[in-house]
């Protein structure tokens, strides 16, 4: 459907009239009161995980504040080394540890 200028919103009676008395929950007969509140969501496993998951990472800092004045300082006197094998081992842990994820994740959906 293109949406432009001419197009108009089909009115709520409209809908109503044609809908025949059904209601979307698939109550037959009747349609829902004005009050009534009866609309809910059931979520599944996998998305209560999810919203479990985002609500523990809004808890967590996002900056480790100690650990950044430890590397600062170490940084001010010359006494921070890089150890380019202890980088690399880390890089490739995280990135099987990514793969690893997004294979379960996959295998969920």
Known sequence: MK?????QPIPLKAYKSFAGGRSVAGRQGRMPRSGDTSDKVDLSIHSRRVQ???????Q???VRRELVAKVKSAVE???YRIEPQK?????LKEGFENQ???RKID???
């Open 52 to 58: 479990q998951a985002a609500g523990d990472l809004k």
């Open 100 to 102: 690893i994820i997004m």
């Open 60 to 62: 967590m800092p996002d």
């Open 3 to 7: 949406i432009d200028e001419r197009t």
């Open 107 to 109: 295998v969920m959906a």
């Open 77 to 79: 006197d010359g006494t």
């Open 87 to 91: 980088v690399a081992r880390a890089m």
